[in-house]
């Protein structure tokens, strides 16, 4: 038992770059062939009703969000009483609610 291969049989190469290779490739052309399926789908758009209220919804939500954010930083900073900050904070979260309600209702409608 030297580790040399007898005599008489192939040795096998040791080196793992030719099925690496091969595997990368081959993952590569994978992931290829998806990305153009992808890109080249047919868009089955929304219906016309949620088409011209989605997008709409969605700013309205994220501008809730963002206002509900922005006013958590004014309380950090100390510059908004807390009753008014608990207030406001409380309405637009109540106005998200809404909404997201909205939304439901009309996706299952």
Excluded: H
Aim: net charge negative; aromatic share 4%.
């Amino acid at each position: 038992m030297s580790g040399k291969p007898a005599a008489g049989t192939k040795g096998q190469s040791a080196d793992p770059t030719l099925p690496l290779a091969l595997g990368g490739g081959l993952l590569g052309v994978a992931m290829l062939g998806v990305g153009v399926r992808w890109w080249r789908r047919p868009t089955d758009g929304p219906d016309e009703e949620n088409a011209r209220d989605g997008p709409a919804d969605d700013r309205a939500f994220q501008g809730l969000i963002a206002e509900i954010a922005g006013l958590d930083e004014l309380r950090e900073r100390g510059e908004v009483e807390e009753d008014r900050y608990r207030d406001q904070r409380k309405r637009l979260q109540q106005q998200a609610k809404d909404l997201l309600n909205r939304q439901e209702r009309q996706s299952t409608d």
